[in-house]
């Protein structure tokens, strides 16, 4: 009965995958590695900041930083999955999502980036509106990890 439920077990957990299949079918764009700022006014008046740091390896964190209205400040983190298919840019929280959101994305020049949100299941309603610049940080990121 136990070996049963053994061989079950391990077949149920090689069925799962921990990164979606779309992601391993792709590549990076080099020129999207490395620190990069954000600003956004949100529609009740909250402006989103963030500092997002991408890697080679496909992986990113991003920190946050909201200003209600207010001026109450909440931070908080999020680490994720990012690539690039079919000239689109991706990105996926595997721990909060099923399906990526997808970006159209143009360079406006070396250091800044324009986003375009064109698939999201998450954002149905910001398909098309919700529009943001990154620019490369001069900062250096808020946690190092050394290898």
Not at 18 to 34: E, R, S, Y
Not at 85 to 92: S, V
Not at 114 to 143: H, M, N, Q, W
Request: charged share 30%; glycine share 6%.
């Amino acid at each position: 009965m136990k070996l049963n439920l053994i061989i079950l077990l391990l077949i149920a957990l090689l069925g799962c995958e921990a990164v979606p299949k779309d992601a391993k079918q792709t590549h990076i764009d080099n020129k999207l590695v490395g620190v990069w700022e954000g600003e956004y006014l949100e529609k009740d008046g909250t402006i989103k900041k963030w500092m997002q740091t991408r890697k080679e390896d496909g992986t990113y964190r991003i920190e946050f930083r909201l200003v209600e209205v207010d001026g109450t400040v909440n931070r908080f983190s999020e680490l994720g999955l990012w690539w690039i298919k079919d000239g689109l840019f991706h990105e996926l929280v595997p721990s909060s999502m099923e399906h990526p959101d997808s970006y159209q994305y143009h360079f406006k020049d070396d250091n800044c980036i324009e986003f375009l949100l064109v698939d999201s299941l998450e954002s149905i309603d910001d398909i098309g509106k919700y529009y943001f610049v990154e620019c490369r940080s001069d900062t250096i990121p808020l946690a190092i990890v050394i290898d």
